[in-house]
């Protein structure tokens, strides 16, 4: 007996032994057997379907969550791009290097023809990963209030990025229409990578 006469006798004797009970079962039998057999065949053949419907309204709602983000994309392009012209004209202002505030603020207050009598330069403070805060205190005395937003102005359009992170007017008892002014002016300083290299390591050991 070859292995191919093994092979089929060992497939033909499941089918012989199903066909021989078949057989052996009476009418009424059969038809119960015949009605589960079609039970679980519809049973399996609904949730194949629920399945394949669900993964195909997956497969939709993807599809239009990704064709409304495109459109989204699309719509705000103009703006995406104005507000990433925005950021790199912000970091050119930014800079490298340590910004002269003191001196900014003096030739600001020289153009618009007021004095700035009292100054506080604060320590550089870190401002995230790659930044450190420069700030300086500033006292104004006796400024009308045009003369000021002319100072403010010129600071919003210097060169180096200079904002005004906090304001306290008063008006002066002795005139009336002038101004005792408080504010304190930041600037910021990108660190370079080989600066914040050499810091992390000092930090982590201290």
């Known amino acids: 007996m070859t292995i191919i006469d093994n092979t089929k006798r060992l497939v033909r004797r499941p ?49 239009d969550a990704a064709r409304e983000a495109l459109e989204m994309i699309a719509k705000n392009r103009d703006d995406y791009l104005d507000a990433k012209a925005r950021m790199v ?14 001196a900014d603020l003096e030739g600001a207050a020289r153009e618009v023809g007021i004095q700035l009598p009292d100054m506080a330069d604060r320590p550089p403070a870190p401002a995230g990963r790659h930044y450190l805060e420069h700030n300086i205190d500033v006292k104004l005395r006796q400024v009308d209030l045009q003369s000021l937003s002319k100072f403010l102005a010129k600071l919003e359009t210097s060169r180096r990025l ?23 002016a930041t600037s910021y300083e990108r660190v370079k990578e080989d600066r914040r290299r050499k810091v992390a390591p000092k930090a982590k050991g201290s």
Do not use: H, Y
């Open 89 to 102: 004209a912000q970091e050119v202002r930014i800079g490298t290097e340590p910004p002269q505030l003191a």
């Open 15 to 63: 089918f012989e032994f199903v066909g021989g009970e078949w057989n052996r079962l009476a009418p009424r039998e059969r038809r119960l057997v015949t009605g589960l057999c079609a039970a679980v065949v519809g049973f399996v053949v609904l949730v194949s379907g629920f399945l394949i419907v669900d993964s195909l309204r997956s497969i939709a709602d993807a599809n």
């Open 162 to 184: 200079i904002v005004v992170t906090r304001l306290s007017i008063r008006r002066s008892f002795s005139e009336g229409d002038k101004l005792m002014v408080e504010l304190t």
